[in-house]
């Protein structure tokens, strides 16, 4: 089992800045990639960035790209979420998702790889 709790969500003006963390306890050493996603009121649930753990690859959703980059720190079984250029429409609920298994490149973004999640924060972008 793995225990991810996610933190760093709040509020923040269009334009500004916020960084999510995402610790993860219990049997990590058998993580083979962490994720975010984000789900907004009355949609879906939509890919943002994930990370692999043997070579630190990392992948990004189209809305995201260039604005948002994900990191981990291995000492602290930390997966951090640093958000620029925020956006109204970034306003969500930002979910931390780890995988065990092995994940295809072009397969990070489909949540059904993930084996556990965290209980979410929440961003609420002000225009």
């Known amino acids: 089992q793995v225990q991810l709790v996610e933190s760093g969500g709040g509020l923040v003006q269009a334009g500004g800045s916020l960084r999510l963390s995402c610790a993860a306890s219990g049997r990590t050493f058998s993580t083979y990639a962490m994720g975010w996603f984000r789900q907004a009121p009355g949609k879906e649930r939509e890919f943002v960035a994930a990370i692999r753990w043997s070579d630190d690859s990392t992948y990004y959703g189209d809305s995201v790209k260039g604005r948002f980059t994900i990191s981990r720190e291995n000492a602290k079984n930390t997966v951090y979420l640093q958000m620029n250029s925020l956006k109204p429409e970034d306003t969500a609920i930002f979910y931390c998702?780890?995988?065990?298994?092995?994940?295809?490149?072009?397969?990070?973004?489909?949540?059904?790889?993930?084996?556990?999640w965290g209980q979410g924060t929440q961003v609420t972008v002000s225009s």
């Open positions: 998702a780890a995988s065990v298994r092995f994940i295809w490149p072009n397969s990070f973004s489909n949540a059904v790889k993930y084996d556990y």
